[in-house]
């Protein structure tokens, strides 16, 4: 991103768990990330995140440092009760993938070549076919489904670059496709980047979305866990008190983490030589 770009991002987020997520409601997030993949250099990743993203997030790491270089956007009731807990308010709007990217395709008047990656075969090309209906203006190409593995990684890069994509779509799971993204895709392949998940099941009708009321109601979470509890009860029965209690950890602990940084910062000033510190000449003015 230039400066502009940057400085644009960096005000208009606030902090959940310690992680930065952008608090644009939805013209102004449509907008902005519209003039980001308009860019003639750099690189935007956009990656949304939900309240099971959040405690995956909190045990790993690696996953949190790649969404630390990304713009994130808040999805679902989980990101509002962090919020609200943390800030007071609930975030301007639901920018979750499934709604966000089909609006987002619509929005950009100016045709681009986008690219697909996740996925069954199947999938993924009926949901090719889906984006073009939704968006003709626009050139979309199935690059690869989501199991190529370790030993098709430098092809589906190779195809990448062979086709000068203004944006790239990834939806393999998460953090798998936000990891895979940080380790494998540059300025070169893409200006914008934008990791879904499950969206291709949900373009492509393979797995139903839940009624309008039902998502009106931001409790399209409990129509998932009806649809498939095998797969999902886990994550939800369970990960649901877990992420609440993970609210409520950080809000009591946020103080202590603002006094720790700041002793830390102090600290480090006291170790840096006199020369390097600011005269009170420079503190004054």
């Not at 670059?161 to 540059?186: C, F, H, S, Y």
Request: one cysteine or more; aromatic letters at 8%.
């Amino acid at each position: 991103m230039n400066l502009i770009a940057n400085f644009a991002v960096l005000a208009s987020r606030r902090m959940i768990f310690d992680l930065p997520v952008c608090d644009l409601n939805w013209e102004d997030a449509l907008t902005f990330i519209n003039e980001l993949a308009s860019l003639p250099v750099g690189q935007t990743v956009i990656s949304f995140v939900n309240a099971h993203n959040m405690l995956l997030m909190l045990r790993d790491a690696d996953y949190r440092d790649v969404l630390a270089h990304h713009l994130v956007l808040p999805d679902g009731i989980g990101l509002d009760i962090a919020s609200r807990a943390a800030h007071g308010v609930s975030f301007p709007a639901n920018l979750n993938g499934t709604d966000f990217v089909p609006a987002l395709l619509t929005f950009m008047e100016r045709p681009k070549r986008i690219g697909l990656i996740g996925g069954r075969p199947d999938v993924i090309e009926k949901a090719a076919q889906k984006f073009s209906e939704h968006a003709p203006w626009h050139e979309f190409v199935v690059i690869a489904d989501g199991y190529f593995g370790n030993a098709g990684n430098d092809h589906v890069k190779a195809e990448i670059a062979r086709q000068k994509l203004d944006v790239l779509i990834v939806g393999m799971g998460t953090p798998l496709q936000e990891k895979w993204v940080a380790e494998n895709i540059g300025p070169q392949h893409a200006r914008l980047v934008l990791t879904v998940g499950a969206l291709f099941d949900f373009v492509s009708g393979t797995v139903p979305r839940a009624p309008k009321l039902v998502r009106a109601l931001r409790s399209e979470w409990m129509f998932r866990l009806a649809q498939e509890p095998n797969r999902l009860w886990r994550r939800y029965v369970l990960g649901v008190p877990l992420f609440l209690y993970q609210v409520i950890r950080h809000q009591y602990g946020r103080k202590d983490r603002i006094l720790r940084a700041a002793e830390m910062h102090g600290a480090e000033m006291q170790s840096l030589p006199v020369a390097l510190l600011p005269s009170r000449d420079k503190l004054a003015s």
